[in-house]
Nanobody, 117 residues
Framework: QVQLVESGGGLVHSGGSRILSCVAS????????MRWYRQAPGKELELVAS????????TYADSVKGRFTISRDNAKDQGFLQMDILKPEDTAVYYC??????????WGRGTQVTVSS
């Protein structure tokens, strides 16, 4: 059974930093395309960042480009989202997502990030 567990959320002041992690189990992590999404209260789910299986290519939403960095450690079945220069509008629940070659998609339960102004 595939399980994704996010951690690292919490309360941070505007301009601060936070690093989120996503630990995977029950899956060959290196085979999975990984993404981070977020959902703010009353808003739709937003794709924040993605990273290829080998970690050689990344993409970012315009809203976080230059401030967030996605990375992964396939040896440890772990992914990360380094968030710098945080803004109140970054407040959301952040979700880790894996896409497998089989076509299946898996989600964590999310971790709340709250940025105070």
């Amino acid at each position: 059974q595939v399980q994704l567990v996010e951690s690292g959320g919490g309360l941070v002041h505007s301009g601060g930093s936070r690093i989120l992690s996503c630990v995977a189990s029950g899956v060959d992590f290196g085979d999975a395309f990984m993404r981070w999404y977020r959902q703010a209260p009353g808003k739709e789910l937003e794709l924040v960042a993605s990273i290829t299986r080998a970690g050689t290519s990344t993409t970012y939403a315009d809203s976080v480009k230059g401030r967030f960095t996605i990375s992964r450690d396939n040896a440890k079945d772990q992914g990360f989202l380094q968030m710098d220069i945080l803004k109140p509008e970054d407040t959301a629940v952040y979700y880790c997502n894996l896409d497998l070659p089989t076509g299946s998609r898996h989600w964590g339960r999310g971790t709340q990030v709250t940025v105070s102004s």
